[in-house]
């Protein structure tokens, strides 16, 4: 008569990760026991191919952002690995302007993506200079590869 085979055991639990979209992400986890059958889940939902004790994104997209969990399984039965999430952390950077001139005077500041052509300026802010400098951020700057501005002190 044979023992019977144990059910494996994690020994290291695969880790949160935090990257940026378009970089790689692995993740892994260490279990011991004989035979041992790996399978990966995002969101509880299976990752079809993804049955190795390491699983590897080449350039990680919001559509892999979750929770991981690996299921390892043998012949004595089969044990779930603690939740690891995968967080995209891109760091988007804002166009500030300074808007200088006198306190009280009112300002509009404008963008264009076209300098040369004097019909593309565009009001992206307008207000009062109650500081100096008075700082005017253009949140949607990220989307351009670039941006031009002018103020105009009214």
Same mark, same amino acid.
């Given at each position: 008569?044979?023992?019977?085979?144990?059910a494996?055991v994690i020994t290291?639990?695969?880790?949160t990760?935090i990257?940026?979209t378009?970089?790689?992400?692995?993740?892994?986890?260490v279990?011991?026991g004989?035979?041992?059958?790996?399978q990966?889940?995002?969101?509880?939902?299976?990752i079809?191919? @993804?049955?190795?004790?390491v #699983?590897?994104?080449?350039? !990680?997209?919001?559509?892999?952002s979750? &929770?991981y $969990?690996?299921?390892?399984s043998?012949?004595?039965?089969e044990?779930?690995?603690?939740p690891?999430?995968?967080?995209?952390?891109?760091?988007?950077?804002? @166009?500030g302007?300074?808007v #200088?001139?006198p306190?009280g !005077?009112e300002f509009?500041v404008?963008? &264009?993506? $076209?300098p040369g052509?004097?019909?593309?300026?565009?009001?992206?802010?307008?207000?009062?200079?109650?500081?100096l400098?008075?700082?005017?951020?253009?949140y949607d700057?990220?989307?351009d590869?670039?941006?031009?501005?002018?103020?105009?002190l009214?």
């Amino acid at each position: 008569m044979t023992d019977p085979v144990p059910a494996p055991v994690i020994t290291t639990q695969p880790q949160t990760l935090i990257v940026g979209t378009g970089s790689a992400a692995t993740f892994a986890v260490v279990a011991e026991g004989q035979d041992l059958t790996y399978q990966w889940f995002l969101n509880g939902e299976e990752i079809k191919g @993804a049955n190795q004790s390491v #699983y590897a994104l080449a350039a !990680a997209s919001s559509a892999d952002s979750g &929770t991981y $969990t690996v299921k390892v399984s043998n012949e004595g039965g089969e044990v779930t690995s603690q939740p690891a999430s995968l967080w995209l952390n891109d760091l988007l950077m804002y @166009a500030g302007i300074n808007v #200088y001139g006198p306190i009280g !005077a009112e300002f509009v500041v404008e963008y &264009t993506l $076209t300098p040369g052509d004097p019909k593309s300026w565009q009001e992206l802010s307008k207000g009062v200079i109650n500081t100096l400098p008075t700082v005017v951020i253009d949140y949607d700057s990220p989307k351009d590869a670039k941006r031009f501005y002018r103020v105009i002190l009214k």
